[in-house]
């Protein structure tokens, strides 16, 4: 159309991700927040949204995204967070795993392993790029965990073998979790797991931890991106802490773009 505004030339579109993302629901309150009510928060997929800016991205054209870090698309593209004075994605976040009750007396090993899981963006990001580029995720995080076994025996000096123990671990196809979730399985089946992740939804997957259908999840926001999920189920769990620190969450826009701060998606 003719409207020559920053919400015109973005066809007053955030192209967002799954509905139950925690990040989705930052991004409504950022829109009352900020006065965008003439955007529409479209909903899609992790997948989805970096096609979009990908195909957008090649054409040098506006687009606005939900993105986080640690993330391929900041490795692949010249990206920026907009500013938030408002605060309303929050300061860094961590990743959490979190347990099933009764996990530590069913299958002490897998839960030991969990407990002492810990690695570096880099290393997520590793996995990731890989993935992005092709890989199979069962073989990057393979591959991963061939190439780190320093890391890896941190987390399982010690621990006992098994022999075909099942275990379920839920994620959601965030890329992130993605490769975490496999690098760790592959981890547990190292030791003699007979692991299986499952692919939920948001919900889902918190539902699944906090009910036992799912024996972990390394895949927890906080403090605020799951922040609602966590509090609605915290009697339920056993969180065994941070495994990745330095994660975060906005909106994100090609560096070409000429604007700095959310407020600016109003001018
Ligand atoms: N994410 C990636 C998720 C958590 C991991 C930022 C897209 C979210 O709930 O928003």
Redesign the pocket.
């Known amino acids: 159309g003719d409207d020559s505004s920053v919400g015109g030339s973005l066809d007053y579109t955030i192209t967002g991700?799954d509905a139950?993302?925690?990040?989705?629901a930052?991004t409504e309150e950022a829109i009352e927040a900020y006065g965008l009510e003439d955007y529409n928060l479209q909903t899609s997929s992790?997948a989805a949204m970096t096609a979009a800016l990908d195909a957008a991205y090649t054409n040098e054209e506006p687009i606005v995204v939900?993105g986080?870090t640690p993330h391929w698309k900041f490795a692949k593209y010249d990206l920026k967070y907009l500013e938030d004075p408002q605060g309303i994605f929050g300061e860094s976040e961590v990743?959490h795993t979190i347990a099933r009750a009764g996990l530590d007396t069913d299958h002490p090993s897998a839960y030991q392993v969990l407990e002492n899981f810990y690695w570096e963006q880099d290393d997520m990001g590793a996995i990731m790029i890989d993935v992005n580029e092709g890989a199979d995720p069962v073989d990057a995080a393979a591959d991963w965990v061939a190439a780190n076994q320093d890391k890896v025996s941190e987390w399982t000096d010690g621990v006992s073998h098994v022999d075909g123990d099942q275990i379920t671990l839920a994620f959601?196809a965030?890329?992130?979790?993605i490769a975490s979730t496999h690098m760790i399985g592959k981890v547990l089946e190292d030791i003699g797991y007979d692991v299986e992740l499952v692919s939920l939804e948001?919900a889902g997957m918190w539902t699944a931890v906090a009910t036992g259908s799912a024996d972990a999840i390394v895949?927890a926001?906080l403090p605020g991106?799951?922040a609602a999920y966590y509090e609605d189920y915290k009697e339920d769990f056993i969180d065994l802490g941070v495994n990745l620190e330095g994660?975060g969450?906005g909106l994100v826009v090609p560096a070409y773009m000429d604007i700095d701060s959310i407020e600016d998606l109003n001018n």
């Open positions: 991700i139950g993302a925690g990040i989705m930052a992790s939900t986080w990743i959601v965030w890329d992130s979790e948001a895949a926001w991106t799951h994660a969450i």
